[in-house]
T-cell receptor, first 112, second 113 residues
Framework: GDSVTQMEGPVTLSEEAFLTINCTYTATGYPSLFWYVQYPGEGLQLLLK?????DKGSNKGFEATYRKETTSFHLEKGSVQVSDSAVYFCALTWEYGNKLVFGAGTILRVKS | EAQVTQNPRYLITVTGKKLTVTCSQNMNHEYMSWYRQDPGLGLRQIYY???????DKGDVPEGYKVSRKEKRNFPLILESPSPNQTSLYFC????????????FGPGTRLTVT
């Protein structure tokens, strides 16, 4: 079945460090890909998305590129802040799908 | 303010005692879903609803019921909770299918002893 695999965490970085969180997927066809973020004590919120190959999603300094050839959607940010500490979920779905398929989530901790 | 609300936020109960977790959204969204979040597994869909009176099973529906009598409300019912239903539950709503941005509630932490 369709699935999403994320790098295990937690990832601990110092402020202003470069961030990469790896995400790969297994799916038939060409799904849409998402990154959702969950701040402590809150629900998930959409961070960015990409709907077709080579699309780049970006928001709040975060970026991810839909790579069909490697079935990947890695999340990157050039300079993390303490306020970026959260759990990051990679997910996929289809144009008329009824659910999101989530990865296990990656905890990010940023130290000042 | 556009939001999805859930109640209660925290609940400790005993095996077999029926409970309901409420979910309400004020965005006039057609789609609503329930997910459970477990460590190492991410979020898994329990049930979803495409509109009033239209509901269907997600990936892990066993032991749960839902209803959609009004557009804004989508309660999750556990008729006879068991310890394996101890989890963090999220309600979500959206304008359309899951390719649309999902708006999540703050979560309900349920413990079944």
């Amino acid at each position: 079945g369709d699935s999403v695999t994320q790098m295990e965490g937690p990832v601990t970085l110092s402020e202003e460090a470069f961030l990469t969180i790896n995400c790969t997927y297994t799916a038939t066809g060409y799904p849409s890909l998402f990154w959702y973020v969950q701040y402590p004590g809150e629900g998930l919120q959409l961070l960015l998305k990409a709907t077709k190959a080579d699309d780049k999603g970006s928001n709040k300094g975060f970026e991810a590129t839909y790579r069909k050839e490697t079935t990947s959607f890695h999340l990157e940010k050039g300079s993390v802040q303490v306020s970026d500490s959260a759990v990051y979920f990679c997910a996929l779905t289809w144009e008329y799908g009824n659910k999101l398929v989530f990865g296990a989530g990656t905890i990010l901790r940023v130290k000042s | 303010e556009a939001q999805v609300t859930q109640n209660p936020r925290y609940l400790i109960t005993v095996t077999g005692k029926k409970l309901t977790v409420t979910c309400s959204q004020n965005m006039n969204h057609e789609y609503m879903s329930w997910y459970r979040q477990d460590p190492g597994l991410g979020l898994r869909q329990i049930y979803y609803s495409m509109n009033v009176e239209v509901t269907d099973k997600g990936d892990v529906p066993e032991g749960y019921k839902v209803s959609r009598k009004e557009k804004r409300n989508f309660p999750l019912i556990l008729e006879s909770p068991s310890p394996n239903q101890t989890s963090l539950y999220f309600c979500a709503s959206s304008l359309g299918p899951s390719s649309y941005e999902q708006y999540f509630g703050p979560g309900t932490r349920l413990t079944v002893t």
